[in-house]
């Protein structure tokens, strides 16, 4: 049903920067609370950050907080994250995600909390 795609990733160098996109399909993208996941290879899928579905509060990981911010434009139905100051160890694959039915306020932190999944998109960040 819904289909979420990201985009935005890359090569870059650590202390460098980029903006990936989550681009939802449908029309009721903006009753989903949003979140952004990453898995480098042999981890697991890790909470990056996440947004309520009108963008009024975010949520972020310790490890990106000050570096990374989430935002969303439910006119456009995409979702962003920036990454500033990246580092080495922010490589993975970055997912974006749905959660269907979010509680009021509520933003999961874990991956079998969300509903809709995209694909993902490589970020690769080098020393």
């Known amino acids: 049903q819904v289909q979420l795609v990201e985009s935005g990733g890359g090569l870059v160098q650590a202390g460098g920067s980029l903006r990936l996109s989550c681009a939802a399909s449908?029309?009721?993208?903006?009753?989903?609370?949003m979140g952004w996941f990453r898995q480098a290879p042999g981890k697991e899928r890790e909470f990056v950050a996440a947004?309520?579905?009108?963008?009024?509060?975010?949520t972020y990981a310790d490890s990106v907080k000050g570096r990374f911010t989430i935002s969303r434009d439910n006119a456009k139905n995409t979702m962003y994250l920036q990454m500033n100051s990246l580092k080495p160890e922010d490589t993975a694959v970055y997912y974006c995600?749905?959660?269907?039915?979010?509680?009021?306020?509520?933003?999961?932190?874990?991956?079998?909390?969300?509903?809709?999944w995209g694909q993902g998109t490589q970020v690769t960040v080098s020393s």
């Open positions: 995600a749905g959660d269907k039915l979010p509680f009021r306020g509520y933003l999961g932190q874990t991956a079998y909390e969300y509903d809709f």
């Open positions: 449908g029309r009721t993208f903006s009753s989903y609370a």
């Open positions: 947004i309520t579905s009108g963008g009024g509060r975010s």
